[in-house]
């Protein structure tokens, strides 16, 4: 994505269920040079298992930003989404080059 993405990118980074969304989210966090942390939220049979996952870069002294979703289930998707789209526009490398 650039810095002004496109309707399409936009839509692009809205995923069609939870464990996309999930896996979207791990694989551009790592990319992004995060580390990653993850925890269970549910003890059925689900698999892949439910998870709250955290990525978090930096150091302690600097600002954080914490974009948080799903707690409430019906913000999920935007805010999937806009973890995606952040991550993918690459602002998040540029914050911890910074």
């Known amino acids: 994505m650039s810095d002004s993405p496109t309707r399409q990118e936009l839509i692009g980074a809205f995923s069609p269920d939870y464990f996309v969304a999930r896996e ?7 990319e ?4 990653l942390q993850q ?3 549910a003890s059925g049979d689900t698999t892949p298992p439910l998870t709250i996952d955290a990525a978090i870069g930096g150091d302690a ?3 954080a930003v914490v974009i ?5 289930g019906v913000e999920a998707p935007f805010g999937a989404a806009v973890q995606v ?4 526009s690459g602002a998040v490398r540029r914050m911890l080059r910074a």
């Not at 979207?24 to 790592?30: A, N, Q, T, Y």
């Not at 948080?68 to 409430?72: D, E, F």
């Not at 789209?85 to 993918?88: D, K, N, Q, R």
């Open 32 to 35: 992004s040079g995060l580390g």
């Open 24 to 30: 979207r989210f791990c694989d551009l966090s790592s």
């Open 61 to 63: 002294a600097g600002e």
């Open 68 to 72: 948080s979703s799903g707690l409430h």
């Open 39 to 41: 925890y269970a939220i």
């Open 85 to 88: 789209a952040l991550l993918e």
